[in-house]
DNA sequence: CTGTCCTCACTTTTT
DNA sequence: GTGAGGACAG
C-alpha cells in the first residue's frame, strides 16, 4: 500500500474511508481528483469488484482523465471494468438495458438540443402559437428545468404556482406544449439529455426489482463535482445506493457553476441532512498555485455571502503579482495576449502548452485567435463548434440514426429532402399532419399505405417511396454489415458524399473532408472493438459510443500537441496550466448582463471567476478592453466589477501606451487577410483516444517471435508485424479457438509474457 | 418545388 | 458578422 504514502494526512482519512457516506469539500487544487482515483484503487486493493464500482462525473473530460489517471494507477485490466463515466452515459447504458420496461426500444435515440429545440418549434407552429412570444430556446428551458425537478407533464400542468408564473408570462400553454413534446419524443422512440435521467429515476421508481438489482450491483459509489449535480441526479444516486450508503461524494460550493442548468448547491446541504452520520473531511491545502494566486482568489470569493466555511492555504512560493492590462480594442487585447504569451515563452522558457486563454463566452476567441495566427503560435480551441456539430457531420449522422430507429422524426426531417429529391415543405407538411392525426411516426406513414391517404401528387409519392426503399435498404443493412461498410454505403447510397463532392468552394472540400474524417473514425472504432474480440461491429454500438459526445477528442498529433488552450472557463474547470490569461474582464461581458440584478446569479458569476483564477499555477494575466464588437456593433464597456474585488495588493495594472499606437494600426491594416478562416480549423478525429502513454509504450516491446496475452482470445504467438511505429498490425496465432487473428496493437492491448 | 434575397436574432455557460 | 428562416419569383 505504498500509494498511500503520496497523500497527505486529510486525503489518506479520506482515502481509507470506506463503509457509510463520506464527503469531501475539496477545495480549488486541493488534489480532489487524486482523492477520487486512490479511493477507487484502494477500494479495488482491498478486494471490492471492480463491476460493483460506480463512479460519476460531470462531463466527458472528467470522466476521460480520471480512467486515464485509474489506469496509471492499477493498470487497465482492473480499471476497465469500473462503472465511471458521466451521469448521461452511465445512465444511458442503464436505460438501454431495462428501456423495454418503459415501452422504449433498447436502440433508442437519443435528441441532442438541437433536436429537442426544433421539436419544440414544430410543436408550436402546429398549435398556431406565436413564436416570438413561446420562444423555443425558453420553452425547452422550462420543460428542462421541470424534467430535472422530476415533473411530468401531468404534474407539471396541475401545478398551481407553475401555472400561474406561465399565466403571468403570457405564456399559458407550455404546459401543453410539454405534453406533445414528450408524446413525440416517445413516439420517435427518443429520449432528450433530461430524460436519461428522469426516465432512469422513473424506472428505479416503479419497478422496484430493477432498483433491487442495481442497489445490489453497485456497492460503492463515487460522485465528482457534487455541487453541480441537479435534484434529478441526486435521487438517482440516493436511490441506488439506499441499502448500503457507501456514498462518497466530492465537491467544492465555491465552483459550484452550473446552477443555471438546475445544479443546486443545496445538494450538499441536504447530503448532511439525508445522512445525518456522514463523515465530512476539507482538502484545503492547494498544490496547484502560488500563494498570491491563492490569496488573491479567497480575497475574491470573500465577497459571496452563500458558502461554507473553508480557508485554502498552500505552502508553495509566493510568485508574481497577477498582471492587469487595459487596452483599448479587443482587437488589441488579442495582440496583447500573444505578444505576452511571445515574451512569456522566451523569458521563462516555457512552451505553447502551458498557456490558457480563457474567456466568458465563446465568440470572444475571434480576436485572440487573429493575433496568435499571425505572431504564428499554435493553438487549440476547445467547444465551441465541435465536430458533431457540423452541418455535414450531423447530416450524415442523421441518416445513420434513421437506419437504426427510422421512428426518428427529428432525422426523417433533416434528411428526407437532403440532397435534393424533390420532396417539399408542403408535401412534408401535410405528411407530419397525417402522422399527427394517426399518432403515428412520420416513418410509419410513409412506409406504410397510410401514404396513400395523404393528399398528395402521385409525382411526390413516388419519391417518398423511392426515400422509403433507401432507408429500408440501409436498415436491414445495419443489422448484418460491419459497421464501417455501412457507413460508407450510406454516405454514398444517399447522395450526400456526392453532393459535397461537386461543390469545389474551399467550404465544401473541407466538408467532404470532414465527412470522410467521420468515416476514418468509425473505421478506427471498428478495429478497436475487433482488436478487443469482437466478430461483427455494428452501427448501432458506434452511434451509442458517440451520441453522447460533444467535445472534440484529441488527436495524437505532435503539432497539435504543443499548442496554447483557448476555451470558455466552464470548459477550463478541472484543467490546470502555468500561464493562465482571463481576458474580456468589462462589466454585462464577465459579469454577463443577464446575472447583475439578481444576487444568487451574480455570486454564481463570482464563483466563476474564482474558478478562472485558480486554474493558474504560476502566473495570472487579466485584461478589460474599453471597446469592444459585440453583434457586429461597437460597444463600449467599464472594466468589471470583479477587478475591484480582488485585494489590491496582489495586482500590478500595466499600461502599455507606447505598443498601443503603433500596433493597432498595424492591426487594421492586416486584419482583412485573416478573414476566413474556415478551412484552417483544425480538424477532429473520432477515434477514442483509448490509447495512453503506456499501450503505446508497449506495443513497441512486441516483435514477431513475441508470446502475448490477450484479453478475450488468451495466449498466443505473434507470426507477422506491419505498419507504421504506433500504428502496428499484427498476425498472431492464439491457442485457444481463436485461431489466427490481425490484431491492431494500439487498440489490442496485448500484454508481452516473458 | 427550388433558388434568391432579405430580415432578424444570436451571445452565457454543457450533457 | 453570421446563419437560419421567411417572402417571393420563376
Redesign the pocket.
Known amino acids: 500500500m505504498d500509494y498511500l504514502n503520496d497523500l497527505n494526512p486529510e486525503q489518506k482519512k479520506a482515502v481509507e474511508h470506506t463503509e457509510g457516506p463520506l464527503m469531501i469539500l475539496a477545495g480549488a487544487g486541493s488534489g480532489k481528483t487524486r482523492v477520487l482515483t486512490y479511493r477507487i484503487a484502494h477500494l479495488i486493493n482491498l478486494g471490492v469488484d471492480p463491476f460493483k464500482i460506480m463512479a460519476l462525473t460531470?462531463?466527458?473530460?472528467a470522466a476521460k482523465e480520471m480512467k486515464e489517471r485509474i489506469t496509471r494507477l492499477i493498470g487497465s485490466n482492473e480499471s476497465m471494468n469500473v462503472w465511471m463515466g458521466?451521469?448521461?452515459?452511465v445512465f444511458a447504458k442503464i436505460l438501454r438495458s431495462e428501456a423495454d420496461k418503459l415501452g422504449y426500444p433498447s436502440n433508442f435515440t437519443i435528441y441532442d438540443?438541437d433536436d429537442s429545440k426544433?421539436l419544440i418549434?414544430s410543436i408550436i407552429k402546429e398549435l398556431n402559437l406565436d413564436d416570438?412570444v413561446y420562444?423555443p430556446?425558453l420553452v425547452l428551458g422550462r420543460i428542462s428545468s421541470a424534467k430535472n425537478n422530476l415533473l411530468s407533464a401531468e404534474e407539471y400542468n396541475k401545478n398551481t404556482s407553475i401555472q400561474s408564473e406561465d399565466q403571468q408570462s403570457k405564456k399559458p400553454l407550455i404546459g401543453k406544449i410539454y405534453s406533445l413534446y414528450v408524446k413525440r419524443c416517445f413516439r420517435a422512440g427518443a429520449m432528450d439529455?433530461?430524460d436519461l435521467l428522469y426516465q432512469t429515476n422513473i424506472l428505479l421508481r416503479d419497478f422496484p426489482e430493477v432498483l433491487y438489482k442495481y442497489q445490489d450491483r453497485f456497492e460503492f459509489i463515487l460522485v465528482d463535482e457534487f455541487q453541480d449535480t441537479n435534484f434529478s441526479q441526486y435521487t438517482i444516486v440516493k436511490k441506488i445506493c439506499a441499502r448500503r450508503e457507501n456514498i462518497c461524494v466530492v465537491g467544492d460550493d465555491a465552483q459550484s457553476i452550473y446552477a443555471?442548468?438546475g445544479a443546486n448547491i443545496q445538494n450538499i446541504l441536504n447530503f448532511k441532512r439525508d445522512y445525518p452520520d456522514v463523515k465530512t473531511y476539507k482538502l484545503e491545502q492547494n498544490y496547484r498555485s502560488t500563494k498570491t494566486i491563492v490569496q488573491a482568489a479567497n480575497s475574491l470569493i470573500s465577497k459571496n455571502k452563500n458558502q461554507f466555511k473553508k480557508e485554502v492555504w498552500t505552502q508553495n512560493d509566493s510568485g508574481k503579482n497577477i498582471a492587469l492590462f487595459k487596452t483599448t480594442t479587443d482587437n488589441q487585447e488579442g495582440w496583447l495576449v500573444a505578444n505576452q504569451i511571445f515574451d512569456t515563452k522566451i523569458n521563462q522558457q516555457s512552451f505553447n502548452k502551458d498557456f490558457a486563454i480563457l474567456y466568458r463566452?465563446?465568440?470572444q476567441s475571434r480576436a485572440i485567435e487573429e493575433a496568435l495566427r499571425k505572431k504564428n503560435i499554435a493553438y487549440r480551441i476547445y467547444?465551441g463548434l465541435s465536430f458533431y456539430k457540423r452541418?455535414e457531420i450531423k447530416d450524415v449522422l442523421a441518416y445513420f440514426r434513421l437506419s437504426l430507429n427510422p421512428k426518428d422524426d427529428e432525422a426523417i426531417k433533416r434528411v428526407i429532402?437532403y440532397p435534393?429529391?424533390?420532396?417539399?415543405?408542403?408535401?412534408i407538411e401535410k405528411i407530419a399532419l397525417t402522422a399527427n392525426e394517426k399518432s403515428k411516426s412520420i416513418w410509419e406513414v410513409i412506409s406504410t399505405e397510410s401514404l396513400q391517404e395523404v393528399a398528395i401528387n402521385n409525382g411526390?409519392k413516388k419519391k417518398i417511396e423511392d426515400f422509403v426503399h433507401i432507408i429500408e435498404l440501409f436498415v436491414a443493412q445495419t443489422k448484418t454489415m460491419q459497421a464501417s461498410d455501412v457507413g460508407h454505403q450510406i454516405a454514398s447510397s444517399s447522395g450526400v458524399l456526392k453532393d459535397l463532392y461537386t461543390d469545389k468552394t474551399p467550404e465544401g472540400l473541407s466538408r467532404h473532408e470532414n465527412i470522410q474524417e467521420l468515416l476514418n473514425g468509425l473505421k478506427d472504432f471498428e478495429e478497436q472493438k475487433k482488436a478487443q474480440g469482437e466478430e461483427l461491429v455494428l452501427l448501432e454500438s458506434y452511434m451509442q459510443e458517440i451520441s453522447?459526445l460533444?467535445?472534440n477528442i484529441e488527436q495524437d498529433n505532435q503539432e497539435l500537441e504543443d499548442s496554447v488552450s483557448l476555451m470558455?472557463i466552464?470548459?477550463a474547470k478541472g484543467l490546470e496550466f502555468p500561464y493562465v490569461f482571463i481576458v474580456g474582464l468589462e462589466e454585462n461581458l464577465f459579469p454577463?448582463q443577464?446575472?447583475i440584478y439578481d444576487r444568487n446569479?451574480l455570486e454564481e458569476e463570482r464563483r466563476l471567476f474564482y474558478v478562472a483564477l485558480t486554474r493558474a499555477e504560476k502566473q495570472l494575466f487579466l485584461s478589460y478592453a474599453d471597446t469592444r464588437?459585440?453583434?457586429?456593433k461597437l460597444v463600449v464597456n467599464t472594466p468589471s466589477r470583479f477587478i475591484e474585488e480582488i485585494d489590491p495588493k496582489y495586482i500590478d495594472e500595466k499600461f502599455s501606451k507606447a505598443q498601443t499606437r503603433s500596433n493597432t494600426t498595424e492591426f487594421k491594416t492586416q486584419t482583412p487577410l485573416f478573414?476566413k478562416g474556415y478551412q484552417k480549423r483544425k480538424l477532429t478525429k473520432v477515434a477514442p483516444s483509448q490509447p495512453s502513454s503506456i499501450h503505446t509504450d508497449s506495443t513497441e516491446q512486441i516483435y514477431v517471435g513475441s508470446s502475448v496475452k490477450h484479453q478475450k482470445f488468451g495466449k498466443g504467438k505473434v507470426v507477422h508485424i506491419e505498419g507504421q511505429p504506433h500504428n502496428k498490425k499484427a498476425t498472431v496465432y492464439f491457442e485457444g479457438a481463436a485461431g489466427k487473428r490481425q490484431l491492431l496493437l494500439k487498440y489490442a492491448k496485448l500484454e508481452v509474457l516473458t
Open positions: 460531470f462531463t466527458n473530460k458521466t451521469f448521461h452515459s438540443t426544433s418549434k416570438k420562444k430556446n439529455f433530461d443555471f442548468r463566452t465563446n465568440a467547444g452541418k429532402n435534393k429529391r424533390g420532396i417539399g415543405k408542403t408535401s411526390a453522447l460533444t467535445d470558455t466552464h470548459a454577463s443577464l446575472s446569479q464588437y459585440r453583434w457586429g478573414g
